[in-house]
């Protein structure tokens, strides 16, 4: 098993990168999406969240109200920890399920967005990093999700930074480019993963 850990910046276009290894074989397992189920109504990393932030991160149905969140979040550090730590080891938690019922041969695309800013490097083969230009993840998730340009920023400044990022990759996927240029250079990345495949070892 090849285990790879995938991350980008905000409005890097990730998702994109993910869903492209997904068709061409990949195993892809969503943090995200993971972090979602984990905080569904009735979870207990909900009510631990309702006891930190106070019910007002709550919508009327009783939902997590994500935007409400990520305003505190996101502009606190301290609250930010605090969210993480009742967070990420449940997705941990999940990933490893998950991870146990791959095919000895799977190529597992682990999607996790703060993989620099949480020093998980070491837990996989390769590291791939989505790269853009900071401008450019403004003007898309500007652009893409109506967010607000300092709310943007503020996220950014939230995350590793750029370089971060790129000191931590084993592969470099640009995506500042063309859909047609994010497909080739996925393609390449897959036959690179392919090769790494049959020689696996954890990162030193």
Known sequence: MLKVGLTG??????SAVS????ELG???????RIARDVVEPGTPALAEIVAEFGGKVLTAEGALDRPRLG????ADEAALAALNAIVHPRVGERTRELT???ADDAIVVYDVPLLVENGLAGLYDAVVVVDVPVEVQVERVT???GMPEEQVRARIRAQATR????????????NSGTEADLDARVAEVWAELERRA???SPRG
């Open 71 to 74: 305003e505190i979040v996101f």
């Open 19 to 22: 869903r492209r290894l997904a």
């Open 26 to 32: 990949a195993l892809v397992i969503d943090a995200d």
């Open 9 to 14: 910046g905000i409005g890097a276009g990730k």
């Open 143 to 145: 652009a893409d999700r």
């Open 100 to 102: 146990d019922r791959a």
């Open 198 to 200: 049959g020689r696996a």
């Open 163 to 174: 370089e971060e990022r790129l000191a931590a990759a084993d592969v470099v996927v640009d």
